[in-house]
């Protein structure tokens, strides 16, 4: 089920498992800054942005998650 968008995504922070490409995101509501962790790997120090490919994938087909499930890392 694809994640929910517009305002909501503005609601709270937002984690999303995109399991196909065994990645995960985190976007922060507080300024909207997008990070990507892929499985078994460390955060990426810098944010990605809005219109990166995998982020826009995981939105339609990735599911969201909780924060404790994205610090374990998948």
Sequence with gaps: MPIKTGPYLN???IYIDYSFEEVLFRRMRSDGSIYKKFYG??????PSSSDDKLYCDAL????EITKDDYDKGA
């Excluded at 790997?41 to 810098?46: A, I, Q």
């Excluded at 339609?60 to 599911?63: A, F, K, M, R």
Aim: hydrophobic share 10%.
């Design 11 to 13: 609601t709270k922070d």
């Design 60 to 63: 339609l087909y990735g599911n």
């Design 41 to 46: 790997e460390e955060e990426s120090k810098r």
